[in-house]
């Protein structure tokens, strides 16, 4: 076993840090106060590859294989302070994923260039308003009319939704099987008649992130847009979501790691009785808890990472990696607040911002509660 | 033990809570009675990769080819050949 970086990732690693210090510096308040989208940041993104990384070179990607991109976005989440714009770039990717994996190749033709070069963004619609955690309970359905699928329902808290060109829409095909044989998952673009993108909601945080209802009405799309076969939606989403309960918390720990090392620099500075107040234990011991969660979330990222990449099943690291990094991040950035006192909840030091954008990584890609169900599950519980 | 075998006791016992009351026999809907759920396959493709030392993916991976012990089998055996007798 070797926890090196090869040549090439370092150099990888190190390029996107460059890129997102000088490029990626955009006023995230101004974006915060008026909820639009930073199209430039993303572009510059589009142009640097980055949606373009694990993807087969005929599609116009990069070829480069899952654990690099797992560096990738590492190195984006630590050196890019935006995190609603390193998620909808790793919806994006994720997106790429589901078509690579599932699409046949008139499909891959069309889609995966566009998201490879960011010309279009994607989304996938999962979640319904009366559907979260027990997603495959889901209402809208997909009726077969002829050559054409016809979709009612509504999905809602979509990531890149209000925004997105196409959106990968799981729906009910066949009501009369069990979730797992009766849903399947189809591609749905902007325009389409009878499909109508809702203004996106107000957060807690992940401001620049747009999130929003997707509503179907009579919505009638071409049978070639099945992703998939007919029934196939129950598998696709399972498999998809070792892949994202695994990139997005390898985002999620280079922004520990930033985190981190504001608050290492940050306690070493400030000064109470006469001493740094990184030398009182209590405060230090926030600090080695990141620490030591940055690490062991490293492995168990990488580790999933690595067997994603080599075609193996990583239903449980995935999980555990989503519900372990999640509840780190989570942690580490109250203490980050906490260590920084007065200043930490001040919104000049954005200390505050990474705290709010951490919270709802409990809860996208199945919340904790159900990763400890999936894991339970999966041991034999 | 044959793959419908080895594929029966861990669908019995990993799969089914409380274990079985009736035998499960090779052609029992798995899907359609809720005995594979969105939990139930990623156990069951975990235990048949791994068992069997096969990759299960992309087109392979349709409910079609979970529905009963023999279809699960099939795919197995179609995959790599694969028969242990004990
Ligand atoms: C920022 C953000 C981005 C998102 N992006 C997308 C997206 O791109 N696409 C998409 O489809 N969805 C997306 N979602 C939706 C997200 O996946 C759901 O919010 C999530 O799965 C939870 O569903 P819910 O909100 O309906 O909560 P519920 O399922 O109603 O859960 C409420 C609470 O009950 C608990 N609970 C529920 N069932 C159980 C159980 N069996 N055992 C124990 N506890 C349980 C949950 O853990 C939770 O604490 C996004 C959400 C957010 C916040």
Redesign the interface.
Known sequence: MDFRLTEEQVSLRESIIRFARSELSHDIRSFETNGSFPWDAWRKCAEMQIMALPFPERYGGCGADFLSTVHAMQALGYACRDAGLVHAIGTQILCGLQIL??GGEEIKDKYLPLICRGEKVFAQAITEPASGSD??SMATRAERQGESYVINGSKIFISNGPIADAVIVFAVTNSE?????GISCCIVEKGTPGFKQCKPFEKMGLTTLLNGELVFENCMIPLERML??E??G??????SMEWERTLLPAAHIGTMERVCETSVKYVKERSAFGKSIGSYQSVANKIADMKMNIELGKLIVWKAAMLKGQ???A??ESSVCKLFVSESLKKACLDAVQVHGGYGYMTEYEIERDLRDSIASTIYSGTTEMQQ??IS??M?L | MSVNEMIKQFISSELIPEGSEVPLTDTDHLIDSGIIDSFGIMSLLGFLEEKFSVQISGDDLIPENFESIATISALILEKNGYQLEV
């Open positions: 994996l599932f997603a495959l099987k069990k979730a797992l044989g998939g076969k029934g196939q129950g598998i696709i989403f399972s498999e075609g193996k099943r239903s449980l169900n999936i599950r999966l034999g």
